[in-house]
């Protein structure tokens, strides 16, 4: 009998103790939104940088490297931002090779132990960001190799997740056939405008030309994705005897992750996976969203498990405008919802994480229920057998947890505009107005001078 309770007390903290490292910490963020608002760039970076160790563990290194690399990038500091953007890039790319030979195997794991090896956005959106560092540190032909490394991505996005899905469907406890999602982002007006200025700017037309005409395909093929109005590109490859000015404006904050708590209830052969939701009468029923037959269970058992889903962070910007010596030239226009391509492209793995889960949720629970049998022959006393039950019950949940890691400071919107104006040095700066047509900000870029050669090109963001 004492061997009984010592055994219990031990396995229970073992699994209440490895319950902190299944569970996605966020508390490296407290207060860091009002730090952006103010545009404390540095006291942000200083924050999330004393998080490294603690709140960004090993497992959570490009996770660490993308947040830091972008904050950098808003603070000036482009050397170091591709320094830190790129070796995010690398641990994403060696997770992924990593993760691919041990699918089969780390089936039952939750995704909270494993390393985190990027969502697709931001694996993409990186090298936005490392060419627009390029460009600042005036590193053109750098800029193009990040440009290419775009469209190189995209095209293996679907790829990616298949391959992880027949790694998954070699398990042993595999029970229903994985199948990643469709890619339906092969291609981004965002990466192929920056292309198509860049090759402008080399005098490569033809290039230009090929790049504009793919930039307008985005709209004719993707329309789930570029469902607001084409930018007016009409005259971008036009000559002229005027300067041409591009500006690049970001706004809002892309997606947080939030979790989704959802019940398995079993017949034999046969899992119901439901919500439950409120009825008139302020019962709970069980709202059933899925039905996956499950060879070798049982009817009657009854599990919970959690589902990380993607959620916007809404923003109140309404529209951002270019002045020129104190004067309005023109009004920015979308050519990316970053925030849509997150939603899009988590899609693609989205079944995997769905059934991954469940598999797992399936097998932990009944794992679970034969230990508490074997228990309930061994422990004679009701009250302590019980307690045994629902401790067990709580262990359970609590190393089950939704992997709600995802970058925080890649832009929800990318707009864009270009200008003409004289040779010389003007006054520029950007208004960001809120929906209601107030202004929230003003960007004051001071007195530029502007080349008559080459790419004159400046950015602008706003976060909240």
Known sequence: ???????FIVITFFLLSCAGTMKSSKEQFTGIDSKLVTRDYSGAISQIESAKGKFYKEKEQALYYLDIGMLYHYNNEFKKSNEMLSKAEQ?????????????AASM??????????GEDYEDIYLNVFKA?????????DDAFVEVRRINEKLSLLEQKHTKMADQFNLSKDKQKEFKAGKNKFHNSALGRYLSMLLYRAEGKMDDARIDLDKLKDAWKLQSQIYNFKQPNLDNCLEKTNKVKVNFFCFTGRAPDKK???LYIHTEKNLIVIGTTKENPKGKQNLETLDLIPWQGVAKGYHFKFQLPFMKERKSNIGKVKIIVDGQTVKELEMIEDIEKVAFETYKIKEPLIYLKTITRTVAKGLFATKRKQEMEKKIEN????FAARLATDVAVDATENADLRIS???PAKALIGEIELTPG???????????????????DLGNRELKTKGLNLFESYYLN
């Open 425 to 443: 040095v003007h006054n520029i700066k950007i208004e960001y107005y809120s929906t209601k047509g107030t202004i929230l900000f003003v960007d």
């Open 108 to 117: 039952l794991l939750n995704d909270n132990v494993l390393e985190y090896s």
């Open 132 to 140: 627009m560092n390029y460009l600042e540190l005036d590193l053109f």
């Open 91 to 103: 641990a994403i790319d060696e997770l992924y090779t990593k993760s691919i030979s041990r699918a």
């Open 1 to 7: 009998m004492f061997k009984v309770k010592i055994s």
């Open 259 to 261: 979790a989704n708590t």
């Open 408 to 410: 925080r400071f890649f």
């Open 382 to 385: 009701p009250l302590l057998g």
